[in-house]
């Protein structure tokens, strides 16, 4: 069954400072898509990225990059100097694209940048 | 419309009440999605419908939740009898393929719903 865990519950860190976030997932089928999704205190959800699962490339979009690693099933996502306005929940998720579309979201991690 | 639309916005309503939530996906999305978001929690599926397709209601938490999409516009989510353990924020999304979210889905601003 299709699962994605973000052990981070909570984090802090001080504005400038790189922070990661820890996703992992488990899915059955070879096929499949990582999302991120942010959603600040305003409450809704903004796209981040998508990445299918024969494309291990990390990326970069300006201060923020993903790093996808099918060995240990983990699709982590870095901000470098961090911001103010990068407090929000983030939220790893998971489609099993030959199956349905359904989206599976982690729990979501807590971010919070102190200034 | 520009955006995935929901109404209401907030909803109150008395324990045991029925309510409807509405969804406005984006013109010409053929998928739409329910999700639930309890206060301080992830995203729970609820439903996705895709098309013509017999919707996915794998999701769903009990025979007292149901929903229905004419053709690929507007969809509403029934709750009926409502427990308080109903309250969350309900949020609905669409895209435009139904078997490749290039883009993610696009989320609607939810409706808050408090049973009291």
């Known amino acids: 069954a299709q699962k994605v865990t973000q052990a981070q519950t909570e984090i802090s860190v001080v504005e400038k400072e790189d922070v990661t976030l820890d996703c992992v997932y488990e899915t059955r089928d070879t096929t499949y898509y990582l999302f991120w999704y942010k959603q600040p205190p305003s409450g809704e959800l903004v796209f981040l990225i998508r990445r299918n699962s024969f494309d291990e490339q990390n990326e970069i979009s300006g201060r923020y990059s993903w790093n996808f690693q099918k060995s240990t099933s983990s699709f982590n996502f870095t901000i470098t100097a961090s911001q103010v306005v990068d407090s929000a929940v983030y939220f790893c998720a998971l489609s099993e694209a030959l199956r349905d579309d359904k989206i599976i979201f982690g729990k979501g991690t807590r971010l919070h940048i102190l200034p | 419309g520009a955006g995935v639309s929901q109404s209401p916005s907030n909803k109150v309503t008395e324990k045991g009440k029925d309510v409807e939530l509405r969804c406005d996906p984006i013109?010409?999305?053929?998928?739409l999605y329910w999700y639930r978001q309890r206060l301080g929690q992830g995203l729970e599926f609820l439903i996705y419908?895709?098309?013509?397709?017999?919707?996915?209601k794998s999701g769903l938490p009990s025979d007292r939740f149901s929903a229905e999409r004419t053709g690929e516009s507007v969809s509403t989510l029934t709750i009926q009898r409502t427990q308080q353990e109903d309250s969350a924020v309900y949020l609905c999304a669409s895209s435009l393929a139904g078997t490749e979210p290039d883009y993610g889905y696009t989320f609607g601003s939810g409706t808050r719903l408090t049973v009291v």
């Open positions: 419908f895709q098309g013509n397709s017999a919707p996915d």
């Open positions: 013109s010409g999305h053929t998928a």
